[in-house]
């Protein structure tokens, strides 16, 4: 079956420190999608990065970086130089792709508290 | 301009009452879903639309029912609400991956649902 866990509930950090989220994943499929959302204090959903089973090259987009590890199932999230404005929740979910339409399976999400 | 709409933004009202939430995207995007999000932020798949035809209906009760009048609108209809329907229901769209390599969904703001 399909899951996503994400093991750490809630995360505080000092500003400027590093952070990293921990995904890990299980599907049967060779094929499947792994995302990761933010979900900000005012409660909207924002997609963050999209990532296919068969492309492993990790990606840095700013301050934002994603450690993808099929051996490991896992997708991990760090964020350098953290901010307040990064508080948040972190959801990371995984689709699979026999559906034609794509089924979301989230994690439970991990807290990002940064204190200035 | 707003890419994934929802309204009402909040919603609220006793058990036992019907109501609806509506969804609208300007996307162009032939799949739309409804995602429940309860109190402890856990994020879970409803329905899935694809060009006006239901594709995953994850064993919500029927009381719920989707309709999809045209592939940019997805609406949610409560009938006889309960205490644990409280809870915030996103609605997200995405491009078919049988069209597009980019299988992303984007999310609405969310309808927060307290039932009283």
């Known amino acids: 079956a399909q899951k996503v866990t994400q093991a750490q509930t809630e995360i505080s950090v000092v500003e400027k420190e590093d952070v990293t989220l921990d995904c890990v994943y299980e599907?049967?499929?060779?094929?499947?999608?792994l995302f990761w959302y933010k979900q900000p204090p005012s409660g909207e959903l924002v997609f963050l990065i999209r990532?296919?089973?068969?492309?492993?090259q990790n990606e840095i987009s700013g301050r934002y970086s994603w450690n993808f590890q099929k051996s490991t199932s896992s997708f991990n999230f760090t964020i350098t130089a953290s901010q307040v404005v990064d508080s948040a929740v972190y959801f990371c979910a995984l689709s699979e792709a026999p559906y034609n339409t794509d089924k979301l399976i989230f994690g439970t999400g991990t807290r990002l508290q940064v204190f200035p | 301009d707003t890419a994934v709409s929802q309204t009402p933004k909040y919603l609220v009202t006793q058990m036992g009452n019907d109501k609806s939430i509506k969804c609208e995207q300007n996307l162009g995007h032939d799949t739309m879903y409804w995602y429940k999000q309860d109190s402890k932020k856990f994020l879970k798949i409803m329905f899935s639309?694809?060009?006006?035809?239901?594709?995953i209906n994850e064993t919500v009760p029927n009381r719920f029912s989707p309709k999809s009048p045209d592939k940019a609108h997805l609406n949610l209809h409560i009938n006889s609400l309960e205490l644990g329907d409280s809870a915030v229901y996103f609605c997200a769209s995405s491009q078919d991956r049988r069209k597009a390599v980019y299988n992303e969904q984007f999310f609405g703001p969310g309808t927060r649902l307290t039932v009283l």
């Open positions: 990532r296919n089973s068969f492309d492993e």
């Open positions: 599907t049967r499929d060779t094929t499947y999608y």
């Open positions: 639309y694809n060009n006006k035809e239901l594709i």
